[in-house]
Protein backbone atom coordinates (compact mmCIF):
# COMPACT_ATOMS: atom_id res chain seq x y z
CA UNK A 1 0.00 0.00 0.00
CA UNK A 2 2.58 2.61 0.80
CA UNK A 3 4.31 1.21 -2.54
CA UNK A 4 0.88 2.55 -4.32
CA UNK A 5 1.40 5.96 -2.22
CA UNK A 6 4.93 6.59 -2.93
CA UNK A 7 4.37 6.08 -7.00
CA UNK A 8 1.32 8.14 -6.79
CA UNK A 9 3.21 11.29 -4.64
CA UNK A 10 6.38 10.83 -7.33
CA UNK A 11 4.10 10.41 -10.29
CA UNK A 12 0.90 13.49 -9.58
CA UNK A 13 0.57 14.73 -12.97
CA UNK A 14 0.33 10.90 -14.47
CA UNK A 15 -2.43 10.33 -11.79
CA UNK A 16 -4.17 13.32 -12.18
CA UNK A 17 -4.22 12.39 -15.68
CA UNK A 18 -5.69 8.92 -15.04
CA UNK A 19 -8.49 10.24 -12.71
CA UNK A 20 -9.12 13.24 -15.06
CA UNK A 21 -9.37 9.89 -17.58
CA UNK A 22 -11.48 8.24 -15.93
CA UNK A 23 -13.84 11.08 -15.05
CA UNK A 24 -14.18 11.55 -18.92
CA UNK A 25 -14.80 8.23 -19.45
CA UNK A 26 -18.03 7.43 -16.74
CA UNK A 27 -19.08 10.93 -18.09
CA UNK A 28 -19.36 10.05 -21.91
CA UNK A 29 -20.81 6.55 -20.73
CA UNK A 30 -23.33 8.37 -18.85
CA UNK A 31 -24.17 10.57 -21.67
CA UNK A 32 -24.19 7.27 -23.93
CA UNK A 33 -26.56 5.48 -21.61
CA UNK A 34 -28.81 8.78 -21.38
CA UNK A 35 -29.07 8.84 -25.13
CA UNK A 36 -30.45 5.53 -25.71
CA UNK A 37 -32.77 6.25 -22.63
CA UNK A 38 -33.89 9.26 -25.08
CA UNK A 39 -34.29 7.32 -27.96
CA UNK A 40 -36.20 4.81 -26.31
CA UNK A 41 -38.39 7.64 -24.81
CA UNK A 42 -38.54 8.74 -28.27
CA UNK A 43 -39.72 5.31 -29.83
CA UNK A 44 -42.34 5.00 -27.06
CA UNK A 45 -43.54 8.52 -27.60
CA UNK A 46 -44.16 7.69 -31.05
CA UNK A 47 -46.03 4.44 -30.50
CA UNK A 48 -48.22 6.27 -27.91
CA UNK A 49 -48.89 9.41 -29.81
CA UNK A 50 -50.06 6.96 -33.04
CA UNK A 51 -52.17 4.77 -29.93
CA UNK A 52 -54.07 8.13 -29.02
CA UNK A 53 -55.02 9.31 -32.30
CA UNK A 54 -56.43 5.53 -33.14
CA UNK A 55 -58.40 6.14 -29.56
CA UNK A 56 -59.39 9.99 -30.51
CA UNK A 57 -60.99 8.41 -33.84
CA UNK A 58 -62.27 5.42 -31.98
CA UNK A 59 -63.88 8.03 -29.51
CA UNK A 60 -65.13 9.98 -32.44
CA UNK A 61 -66.75 7.23 -34.04
CA UNK A 62 -68.62 5.92 -31.03
CA UNK A 63 -69.76 9.64 -30.68
CA UNK A 64 -71.32 9.65 -33.64
CA UNK A 65 -72.70 6.22 -33.60
CA UNK A 66 -74.47 7.45 -29.80
CA UNK A 67 -75.90 10.22 -32.02
CA UNK A 68 -77.09 8.11 -34.29
CA UNK A 69 -78.79 6.11 -31.97
CA UNK A 70 -80.29 9.03 -29.85
CA UNK A 71 -81.99 10.15 -32.96
CA UNK A 72 -83.62 6.79 -33.48
CA UNK A 73 -84.63 6.18 -30.12
CA UNK A 74 -86.32 9.86 -30.19
CA UNK A 75 -88.14 8.31 -33.89
CA UNK A 76 -88.88 5.00 -32.30
CA UNK A 77 -90.68 7.48 -29.28
CA UNK A 78 -92.29 9.36 -31.08
CA UNK A 79 -93.66 6.26 -33.25
CA UNK A 80 -94.71 4.55 -30.36
CA UNK A 81 -96.72 7.84 -28.79
CA UNK A 82 -98.11 8.02 -32.06
CA UNK A 83 -99.07 4.89 -31.98
CA UNK A 84 -100.33 4.52 -28.69
CA UNK A 85 -103.08 7.69 -29.11
CA UNK A 86 -104.16 5.92 -32.59
CA UNK A 87 -104.49 2.54 -30.22
CA UNK A 88 -106.21 4.39 -27.18
CA UNK A 89 -108.93 6.07 -30.17
CA UNK A 90 -109.61 2.40 -31.43
CA UNK A 91 -110.25 1.27 -28.62
CA UNK A 92 -112.76 3.85 -26.84
CA UNK A 93 -114.25 3.27 -30.75
CA UNK A 94 -114.67 -0.18 -30.55
CA UNK A 95 -115.75 -0.21 -26.57
CA UNK A 96 -118.52 2.11 -28.38
CA UNK A 97 -119.32 0.07 -31.02
CA UNK A 98 -119.58 -3.12 -28.37
CA UNK A 99 -121.51 -1.11 -26.23
CA UNK A 100 -124.32 -0.58 -29.40
CA UNK A 101 -124.62 -4.29 -29.83
CA UNK A 102 -124.51 -5.50 -26.30
CA UNK A 103 -127.47 -2.96 -25.44
CA UNK A 104 -129.17 -4.52 -28.90
CA UNK A 105 -128.44 -7.67 -28.00
CA UNK A 106 -130.09 -7.10 -24.61
CA UNK A 107 -133.06 -5.38 -26.49
CA UNK A 108 -133.41 -9.26 -28.59
CA UNK A 109 -132.86 -10.51 -25.45
CA UNK A 110 -135.48 -9.06 -23.44
CA UNK A 111 -137.98 -8.51 -26.72
CA UNK A 112 -141.27 -10.16 -26.09
CA UNK A 113 -143.93 -11.18 -29.11
CA UNK A 114 -147.36 -11.01 -29.44
CA UNK A 115 -149.58 -13.71 -28.53
CA UNK A 116 -151.28 -13.64 -31.61
CA UNK A 117 -148.22 -14.56 -34.02
CA UNK A 118 -146.02 -17.58 -33.99
CA UNK A 119 -142.56 -17.53 -32.45
CA UNK A 120 -140.94 -18.00 -35.58
CA UNK A 121 -142.71 -14.85 -36.93
CA UNK A 122 -142.27 -13.17 -34.09
CA UNK A 123 -138.32 -13.54 -35.03
CA UNK A 124 -138.60 -12.71 -38.28
CA UNK A 125 -140.68 -9.55 -37.16
CA UNK A 126 -137.50 -8.93 -34.96
CA UNK A 127 -134.88 -9.69 -37.58
CA UNK A 128 -136.48 -7.58 -39.79
CA UNK A 129 -136.57 -4.54 -37.65
CA UNK A 130 -133.32 -4.70 -36.87
CA UNK A 131 -132.00 -4.89 -40.31
CA UNK A 132 -134.05 -1.79 -40.85
CA UNK A 133 -133.04 0.10 -37.96
CA UNK A 134 -129.06 -0.71 -39.36
CA UNK A 135 -129.72 0.87 -42.35
Do not use: W
Not at 42 to 63: C, F, G, N, P
Request: hydrophobic content about 45%; glycine content about 6%; some cysteine.
Amino acid sequence: MIGLLSIIVKNKNLFLFIVALSILGAGIGYTLHLKKNIQQLEDEKIVLMTELRVSQSSVAALQKAIDEQNVAVGKLKKDSDQLLQAGKKEVAAAKKEADKYRKLANELAGATHPANISTCDAANALINSVISNAK
